[in-house]
């Protein structure tokens, strides 16, 4: 809660005047029971001195004029505070929730691949939305319901005991009862709305799964199987929510009995205590008192409800704090090595590699790359390729040993410099909602248009391009047009064609293409690879026959290492996946 406030702080003029709004609001709000109340007493002869004083004579109509005029001035006040809470308590709730977003955003996108690996997409986005909402609606609403109620407790107790401290008690006699019925009531409804929650979640993650599998559940015809998932889901969440609704229907009638007692004892006892003509007790201040204990008991049965809210805007302050908090497994220097423009020697030492979870991948990998040079890495699937990239970009660090750049070490680097000199051309490219230029000169926004249309044609895509009605403005992406996996890799072409970076790294094309394609992207490839470092990870081997060295490695170790023909000569490892790519290649 104490970062919470930290987020208030620029906003404090807007605080101090919401909450102000809030108190004067309430107390106002309680004034017409006293008003009655000295009506009546001013009817009958015994009116607080105050009023004949302030009407400047003891005349029962004067006073009740003063008293309607006081009663539409308090009326015109409590609106204009009402709309004075309301106003500011929600506009801080949008801009805290808008900071707030923000940082959770910001510090988001910093963290490391393997969290983003290790979470889940709902699970991530659920931070971003659900838990700041839930601070929004608690600052909408909550703060204000929780002030008004402490307000209301204070004051109107306040205004109790001092007219009748015998009456105070009986009307609040029912108190105790009602807060231990209530917090008793919020400790057993809140684990089932808990398990509302948790089925309402585990519905929708397998609604939106079978939406995102539709084309599987349509081609094995599973449509009935997954229906009768989709109604175990839905049964458990209607299960869950009327056993919430069963305990929540009682709780209201009977809190209401004890209001009764409350309500009634004041006037058995008022009623006896005027009829004795007691001296402590006139009939207007029984009539404030029978009002005002209504209005007293009845919120103070949503203090379990807005308690709840606390509570729950807390678990979603300390998740999101928590995730503000955490710093990115992969951390910048404090103070890192600049790098204008790397020349392109990349190093391996004695790189050792695993996963959070799991075996070693890379096991004391070594190699140096001159600049300018090309480097392939080949190797069966599951050897560690991929790997490879990953620390390259350094969107993980080795778990032992060190990557370096022009000799330094890729930690001591700062990530911008790091990341801007090296570019990664792969058929896994992202595509962003947006235009095809967009997608193209992605970042840099301010591209000139003959700079993209260069940049695609060295990629061979701009023919592609020239084709499509509406050209380089088609959209791609979520909702638009859908490219080929030789159609991506080119758009990753043409993206790093257009960053310019000293060193390339080229995640080889997992899904085939034609071998005229192949070609055409080969020639594209070389022609960027040209002045260039560049590292090819080769899921087939035809792509880096021409490569400076080949390194092979296997279980994580570099096996064996050569040019290809030194390597077909060898016939070891090497030959052995030429052998069979060139096997699997001839059959059909
Ligand atoms: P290659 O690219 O050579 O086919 P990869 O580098 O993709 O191989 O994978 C090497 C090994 O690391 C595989 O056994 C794979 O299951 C494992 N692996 C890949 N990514 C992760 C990850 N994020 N977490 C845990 N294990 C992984």
């Known amino acids: 809660m104490a970062r919470l406030l930290a987020y208030l702080k620029p906003y404090r003029d807007q605080v101090v005047l919401a909450t102000g709004s809030s108190v004067l609001n309430k107390v106002l709000d309680l004034m017409p029971p006293l008003l009655v109340g000295w009506v009546i007493d001013s009817l009958r002869g015994s009116p607080p001195h105050w009023i004949a004083a302030l009407a400047g004579t003891s005349d029962a109509w004067s006073m009740a004029v003063v008293l309607a005029a006081l009663s539409v001035a308090i009326f015109f006040f409590e609106s204009l505070f009402q709309w004075g809470y309301q106003h500011y308590f929600m506009t801080l709730a949008q801009r805290v929730q808008h900071d707030l977003r923000l940082d959770a955003y910001e510090k988001i996108q910093r963290r490391e691949i393997a969290f983003f690996e290790e979470h889940r997409l709902g699970e991530t986005l659920a931070m971003l939305n659900d838990d700041v909402n839930q601070l929004e609606r608690f600052l909408n609403s909550g703060a204000n319901d929780l002030i008004q109620t402490v307000v209301l407790f204070v004051f109107s107790s306040f205004i109790l005991f001092d007219t009748s401290w015998r009456l105070a008690l009986i009307a609040m006699a029912p108190i105790p009862l009602i807060l231990s019925g209530s917090l008793a009531y919020q400790r057993r409804i809140a684990p089932r709305y808990k398990r509302v929650r948790e089925a309402v979640g585990s519905l929708s993650s397998r609604l939106e799964n079978n939406i995102a599998g539709i084309l599987v559940i349509q081609s094995f015809g599973a449509e009935a199987f997954e229906l009768d998932r989709v109604r175990q889901a839905s049964a458990e969440y209607r299960e869950a929510n009327f056993r919430a609704i069963r305990l929540s229907a009682i709780f209201v009638p009977v809190i209401r009995m004890a209001i009764v007692l409350g309500f009634a004892g004041v006037l058995l006892v008022g009623s006896h205590w005027v009829l004795e003509k007691q001296p402590w007790l006139t009939v207007g201040q029984l009539v404030l008192f029978a009002m005002m204990t209504e209005r007293l008991l009845w919120p103070l049965v949503r203090l379990g409800q807005v308690l709840d809210e606390f509570e729950r805007a807390r678990a979603s302050a300390r998740r999101t704090f928590g995730l503000l908090d955490t710093p990115s497994a ?3 220097a404090a103070r890192p090595e600049r790098l204008e423009r790397a020349k392109g020697e990349i190093a391996l030492e004695h ?55 022009d000799g330094h070490d890729l930690r001591d680097l700062s990530l911008e410099d790091l990341r801007r000199s090296i570019a990664l051309v792969s058929q896994d490219v992202y595509l962003f909602h947006g235009t095809l230029r967009e997608n193209i000169a992605y970042r840099e926004v301010g591209t000139p248009f003959e700079r993209v249309v260069q940049a695609a044609k060295y990629a061979e895509l701009h023919d592609f391009i020239a084709t499509l009605p509406e050209g380089y403005d088609t959209l791609v992406g979520e909702r638009g047009i859908k490219l080929s996996g030789g159609q991506r890799q080119r758009m990753s072409i043409a993206r790093a064609i257009l960053k310019d970076a000293p060193v390339l790294v080229l995640d080889e094309a997992t899904s085939s293409v034609d071998t005229e394609t192949e070609r055409q992207i080969q020639q594209s490839l070389a022609l960027l690879a040209k002045g260039r470092t560049a590292i090819v990870i080769a899921h087939r081997l035809s792509t880096i026959r021409a490569a400076d060295l080949i390194v092979v490695i296997e279980d994580g170790r570099a096996v064996e290492r050569g040019t290809h023909s030194q390597l077909l000569a060898l016939g070891g490892r090497y030959a052995e996946l030429h052998r069979t790519q060139f096997a699997t290649a001839e059959v059909p």
Do not use: C
Request: proline share 5%; no cysteine.
């Open 351 to 405: 790189v050792t590699f695993a996963y959070a979870r799991g075996d070693r991948i890379l096991d004391d990998l070594s190699f140096r790359i001159a600049p300018g040079e090309t480097i392939g890495v080949a190797g069966p699937t599951g050897a560690g390729k991929s790997t490879l990239i990953k620390l390259l970009l350094r969107l993980y660090d080795p778990t032992g040993g060190a990557v370096k750049l």
């Open 330 to 332: 992969i951390r910048e």
